[in-house]
């Protein structure tokens, strides 16, 4: 009897207190009001998405049709990516108010700079840039990071993608990865800092390998002619979602 008192209250400990810790239920109370401000910032985004992928003056307004596809697709992202890593900041203790919104502004940018690679295959630098700057700026609220460690990552980030650029463009050719990539690394470690870099690039490069392991598999399967080992992909979109992961709370997925 005792022993088992003992181990459901060992169980209580472990599973049931951190599900209901303060911090956890403010995370997940918030998500609501953060889902609904990342959807109303999703119109605006769209209409900067599509400048960009237009080649354009940047503009936000008119806001896209939400009956088409296009249209509601950016705004549903940015309400689940604020609720999301939104929840996964406010519950992991990570720093203050001011982290949470300069995170949130970060994530507004990392869907962006996804958004047009996706669809112009360009990485914008001055996107790139504003990164590098709120990544600088959250450093200074992120407890535990720093502005130190936000430097060497971003020099960790872009180091690693430089040697990377490289290596591809000796075995694939042009296109593989290009320098926007490197430069987005960059940004990413400032982001995210040394040694955490390390972890949101690894996972990028994991959701890389897995993408470009889907789309060679559905050309075999599809009989798509075109599509082999030098097929590129915009690789953008898989590095951004390496840091989605991050900032949500995840860890190594091994």
Do not use: K, N
């Not at 982001?191 to 897995?210: C, D, K, M, Q």
Request: hydrophobic fraction near 55%; aromatic fraction near 8%; charged fraction near 10%.
């Amino acid at each position: 009897m005792g022993a088992s008192s003992c181990d459901r209250a060992a169980w209580c400990d472990a599973v049931v207190r951190p599900l209901v810790s303060p911090g956890r239920v403010f995370g997940v109370v918030i998500s609501l009001p953060l889902a609904a401000l990342g959807f109303l910032i999703g119109f605006p985004l769209a209409g900067i998405v599509a400048s960009y992928a237009d080649g354009g003056v940047v503009r936000v307004w008119p806001p896209p049709d939400i009956r088409s596809a296009r249209g509601a697709a950016i705004p549903m992202v940015m309400a689940a990516l604020f609720a999301v890593v939104g929840s996964g900041v406010s519950g992991g203790h990570t720093g203050s108010t001011a982290h949470l919104a300069v995170t949130l502004c970060e994530v507004t940018v990392l869907v962006a700079v996804l958004c047009v690679d996706l669809r112009a295959r360009l990485v914008p630098t001055d996107l790139v840039a504003a990164l590098v700057a709120l990544a600088l700026a959250d450093a200074v609220f992120w407890s535990g990071l720093g502005v130190g460690r936000a430097v060497i990552g971003g020099a960790v980030g872009f180091a690693i993608f430089l040697a990377l650029v490289a290596l591809a463009h000796v075995t694939f050719g042009d296109g593989a990865l290009g320098l926007g990539d490197a430069t987005l690394a960059l940004a990413i470690g400032c982001i995210t800092g040394y040694p955490l870099v390390a972890l949101t690039l690894s996972v990028g490069v994991l959701f890389g390998a897995l993408g470009a392991a889907g789309i060679l598999l559905s050309s075999v399967v599809l009989r798509r002619d075109g599509v082999g080992l030098r097929t590129t992909i915009p690789y953008a979109p898989f590095l951004v979602l390496g840091v989605f992961y991050v900032l949500a709370g995840g860890r190594f997925p091994f």
